[in-house]
C-alpha cells in the first residue's frame, strides 16, 4: 500500500472515523431486562446504540416492557437516566412504580408534534451525559406538525407526511444515540382492504430498526376461574444484534400491571429441566409438588428456595 494512502487512513483511524474491528468502541452494551428468558431472547439484553421497537395490538404489554427496562437502567451507575417521550399521554405514575421506576429520576415529555418530540430527544440527548434509555410511546402516535397544524387555503396531502417524519426521526438521532438504548413502541393496523397487518412509520421503520419484537395475548391467567391476567408472548421477529429470530419466550402478566416472577423463573426452570415435569407433577431436586399452583406457592412462601431456583436459571 503507498505511504500516502497509508497516512490517510491513519488519519481516519486516528479521527475515529474509520476502527478496526476489535474496537472497544464498537462493542454493544446491553443492560439486562429484569425478566427471566428475555435476556437470552434479545442475545444479552437491550442493546445500546440501537433501535429496538415492540409492535402488537392494544393491550397486549408493551407499555409495560419498556417500563422494566427503564427500571433496569435506573440501576446503571454511568448512563441511569430515562427520557420517554409520551405521545399517547398514557403515562401514569403508580403504573410506572408498580414496574419498580423511581419517577423522580424519569424525565417523560408530552409533547404536540412529532417534530417537536425528535427536538426534545436530541436536546436531553446534547445536554445530560448520564442519559441511558430513550422510550418512545408510540410512533404511531407520532403526527407530524403538518396534520396537527395544517397550513390555511393550503391543500394537504397527508399520506406519506408521517413515514417521511419517521424517517427523518431515524436520521436525525442515529448519529447522536452512541451508548443509548432506543425503545420504539408502535400499533399494529390492518392495511387498506384489511387483508394483512402492518404498523406505521413506513419503510424506515422496518429498515432502521435494529431488533423488532412481536407481542400478542396467548391465553388467560386464572384464579378462582376469575380473570387476573394473560399470558405475554413476545416474539422475535427481527434481530440484527443476536438472539434467534422466530424464538419466542411467553410471561405471566397481570392486570395490575406486574410480571408474575416467580411464574416466570418456574416456567424457565421447566423449559431447561431444573424442574422436571410429569403432569400432573412438578420434581425440584428432591421436592415433588401435584400442580403447577402448589409448585408456586412453594416457593412464593419459601424465599430462600426461590433465591436457589433464581440462581439455578441465572447460572445455566
Known amino acids: 500500500m503507498p505511504k500516502k494512502a497509508i497516512a490517510e487512513i ?7 472515523l474509520i476502527m478496526y474491528g476489535n474496537d472497544p ?33 392494544e393491550s397486549v404489554g408493551k407499555t409495560v416492557l419498556l417500563q422494566f427496562a427503564a427500571a433496569s437502567q435506573q440501576q446503571h451507575k454511568e448512563r441511569p437516566h430515562c427520557l420517554i417521550i409520551d405521545l399517547e399521554r398514557s403515562y401514569d405514575k403508580e403504573w410506572w412504580t408498580a414496574s419498580g421506576v ?44 403538518s396534520m396537527i397544524e395544517p397550513e390555511k ?14 424517517k427523518q426521526f431515524f436520521a436525525m438521532c442515529t448519529p447522536q444515540m452512541d451508548g443509548i438504548i432506543f425503545i420504539l413502541l408502535n400499533q399494529m393496523r390492518a392495511t387498506i382492504g384489511g387483508y394483512e397487518e402492518t404498523y406505521p412509520g413506513g419503510w424506515a421503520m422496518r429498515h432502521n430498526n435494529h431488533i ?28 440484527k444484534v443476536g438472539g434467534t429470530q422466530g424464538a ?3 410471561i405471566p402478566f397481570r392486570f395490575r400491571g406486574q410480571i408474575d416472577f416467580i411464574q416466570s423463573y418456574i416456567d424457565e426452570a421447566i423449559e431447561r429441566k431444573i424442574i422436571i415435569n410429569k403432569t400432573p407433577s412438578y420434581i425440584w431436586g428432591k421436592e415433588k ?4 399452583g402448589k409448585l408456586r406457592q412453594y416457593f412464593l412462601d419459601n424465599a430462600e428456595a426461590l433465591k436457589k431456583l433464581e440462581e439455578q436459571v441465572s447460572n445455566k
Open 289 to 292: 409438588f401435584f400442580g403447577k
Open 248 to 250: 419466542s419466550i411467553q
Open 153 to 166: 387555503g393550503a391543500e394537504q396531502r397527508f399520506v406519506g407526511n408521517q413515514a417521511t417524519m419517521v
Open 25 to 57: 468502541r464498537l462493542e454493544i452494551r446491553r443492560q439486562p431486562t429484569l425478566i427471566p428468558g428475555f435476556d437470552e431472547l434479545l442475545g444479552g439484553g437491550w442493546p445500546a446504540g440501537r433501535y429496538t421497537q415492540i409492535v402488537g395490538p
Open 212 to 239: 423488532t419484537l412481536r407481542t400478542r395475548r396467548e391465553g388467560w391467567l386464572l384464579e378462582n376461574e376469575t380473570r387476573v391476567g394473560f399470558i405475554l408472548e413476545i416474539i422475535n421477529k427481527k434481530n
Open 10 to 16: 491513519s488519519d481516519l483511524l486516528d479521527s475515529g
Open 102 to 145: 423511581d419517577p423522580a429520576s424519569l424525565m417523560v415529555a408530552q409533547p404536540m408534534t412529532g417534530e417537536e418530540g425528535i427536538d426534545v430527544i436530541l436536546a436531553v440527548i446534547h445536554a445530560d451525559p448520564l442519559l441511558g434509555l430513550v422510550g418512545v410511546d408510540s410512533i404511531g402516535a407520532m403526527y407530524p406538525k
